[in-house]
C-alpha cells in the first residue's frame, strides 16, 4: 500500500530555508492520479495547506506562502520535497505531506505520512 | 482565503449522536460537493473519514456521515464510543485562480 515518510532537520533559524523531503513508497511520484501535498499544523492545532505539485511538475501554493515556498519531485528516488525561505517562529508546526488519489478519491487528503515537527529558533 | 468556521469544542455521552459543523462560502463549501473531514488523535495524523461532502473511505465506520447545506457542511457521529473522542477538521476545494484547499479550525469531541 501507498505510504509517506517526512524527513527534514528539526530545528531551522530564523531567516534561513526550511527543507523536508517525503518519501514515496507503493506509488511512482510520476503517476498522473495524484496530487502530492504538504500541510502544516501549528501548535494551536490548526492545519494550514502549503502546496502540492502534481504530473511531475505542475505546483498550486497557498497564496500566503507562495512568496516563500516551492514544492519539488525528485523522480529517481521516488520522492518530493519542500523549501520554505525567510523562516520565522510562525512557521513553528508540525509538517505532513499527504495525497489526493484523483481517479479514487477526489479533492480529499486520504493518505498522510507520520509528520515531523520542525522548530524555528535561533 | 479564510478558514473554515467550526466550533471549539462539542461532547456527547457514549450512544448519543453528535454533529459538528463547518461553515464557509460559495467560494468554497458552497461552490462543490468537496468537503472532506478528518479524525485526529493526540500525537497522530489525520485520518480521512468523509470525502465528497458524504462518502465513506473503505474501513471507517458506518456511524459516520456527512451533509451540506447551502455554505455549511455537517459530520454526524451515531452511537458515540469512546474511542471516538477526538480533533475533526473540515476542509474545502476552494473555487479561486489557482485549485486551493482550505482547512477548519477544528472541533475537540468529548465523550462524556
Known amino acids: 500500500q501507498v505510504q509517506l515518510q517526512e524527513s527534514g532537520p528539526g530545528l531551522v533559524k530564523p531567516s534561513e530555508t526550511l527543507a523536508l523531503t517525503c518519501n514515496v513508497s507503493?506509488?511512482?511520484?510520476?503517476?498522473?492520479?495524484?496530487?502530492w501535498s504538504w500541510i502544516r499544523q501549528s501548535p494551536g492545532k490548526t492545519l494550514e495547506w502549503i502546496g502540492y505539485?502534481?504530473?511531475?511538475?505542475?505546483?498550486n501554493y497557498n497564496p500566503s506562502l507562495k512568496s516563500r515556498v516551492s514544492v519539488s519531485v525528485d523522480t529517481s528516488k521516488n520522492q518530493f520535497s519542500l523549501r520554505l525561505s525567510s523562516v520565522t517562529a510562525a512557521d513553528t508546526a508540525v509538517y505532513y505531506c499527504?495525497?489526493?488519489?484523483?481517479?479514487?478519491?477526489?479533492?480529499?487528503?486520504?493518505?498522510w505520512g507520520q509528520g515531523t515537527v520542525v522548530t524555528v529558533s535561533s | 482565503q479564510s478558514a473554515l468556521t467550526q466550533p471549539a469544542s462539542v461532547s456527547g455521552s457514549p450512544g448519543q449522536s453528535i454533529t459538528i459543523s463547518c461553515s464557509g462560502s460559495s467560494s468554497d463549501v458552497g461552490a462543490y460537493d468537496y468537503v472532506s473531514w478528518y479524525q485526529q488523535h493526540p500525537g497522530r495524523a489525520p485520518k480521512l473519514m468523509i470525502f465528497?461532502?458524504?462518502y465513506r473511505p473503505s474501513g471507517v465506520s458506518h456511524r459516520f456521515s456527512g451533509s451540506k447545506s447551502g455554505n455549511t457542511a455537517a459530520l454526524t457521529i451515531s452511537g458515540l464510543q469512546a474511542e471516538d473522542e477526538a480533533d475533526y477538521f473540515c476542509s474545502s476545494y476552494v473555487l479561486s485562480s489557482g485549485t486551493l484547499r482550505v482547512f477548519g479550525g477544528g472541533t475537540k469531541l468529548t465523550v462524556l
Open positions: 505539485i502534481y504530473n511531475s511538475g505542475s505546483t
Open positions: 465528497n461532502v458524504r
Open positions: 507503493g506509488v511512482s511520484v510520476t503517476s498522473g492520479n495524484y496530487y
Open positions: 499527504a495525497l489526493e488519489e484523483f481517479a479514487l478519491i477526489p479533492y480529499a487528503f486520504d493518505i
